[in-house]
């Protein structure tokens, strides 16, 4: 199971909190973002070229959907285990944060 720490055991808001993934789901965070990492060095040279401004588009429009899958991954993670288990354990503030990080997604 994921394992979440933070940085001191006081209930402040100002600790960094940490998640402990497993190594398949870092391995496939940390790909799509050497993906995509690839693809904005892509859109760069594209630009250096000066590739035809509707061709840029349509690969900015790539890294743009590759980041929001990236988004839905993370976040179908994120509620499997920290919400799930901070649910479990009583902490009921998690939805509130949920909440506001689904709105923040959503602008």
Do not use: P, W
Request: aromatic residues 2%.
């Amino acid at each position: 199971m994921e394992e979440k720490t933070n940085t001191c055991t006081c209930d402040c808001t100002c600790c960094e909190r940490k998640k402990k993934r497993d190594e398949k789901e870092y391995k496939d965070l940390l790909n799509r973002l050497s993906r995509i990492e690839g693809q904005v060095r892509g859109i760069r040279g594209m630009v250096e070229n000066d590739t035809y401004c509707v061709d840029i588009l349509t690969q900015v429009a790539a890294v743009t959907a590759a980041l929001n899958s990236f988004n839905k991954v993370l976040l179908a993670n994120h509620i499997r285990t920290c919400v799930a288990e901070d649910i479990r354990s009583g902490n009921d503030e998690v939805v509130d944060e949920l909440v506001s990080t689904l709105q923040k997604l959503m602008k």
